[in-house]
């Protein structure tokens, strides 16, 4: 049977937002931290996306895959988490690198005209490597 584990990082001694905003995330005390944002940015440049027509649908649908070229992403340091987009963080697919977890789900705090002034959490990438049957599956 194959058995799989998660992967992630297993200490945080410091966040680096590579966003182009400052980010603010209420921690469980309800204490309000800001990571500000830094000069470098986390881009993911994307390949044009290819339109299909199918059949009884009146308009092109657009397969999209979330893969391309990320730059401004700094190699792993240990210790080191870095925050950038939701899409840089799927196509880097790295235990190093999250992004805001900014859905009314997550318990985001969005302003009168629904933009999000703060998070409560940030998500990881959901990444797992097979193990031997052996190992726990910890």
Known sequence: ?????????????????????????????????????TQNV?????????????????????????????????????????ITSYLVMQAALRPDVWCPATGNHHGAVKDEKRRVVAVRAFMQPFIEEEIDGDEDNG
């Open 42 to 82: 986390a881009r993911l440049t994307t390949p044009m996306p290819e339109y299909s027509n199918i059949p009884g649908c009146p308009f092109p649908v657009v397969t999209d895959e979330i893969r391309g070229t990320i730059s401004g992403l700094p190699d792993p340091e240990p210790g080191v988490v870095y």
């Open 1 to 37: 049977m194959t058995r799989y584990k998660r992967i992630q990082v297993d200490h945080v001694e410091k966040f680096v937002n590579l966003c182009e905003n400052d980010i603010t995330i209420i921690d469980q005390t309800g204490k309000r931290i800001t990571l500000p944002a």
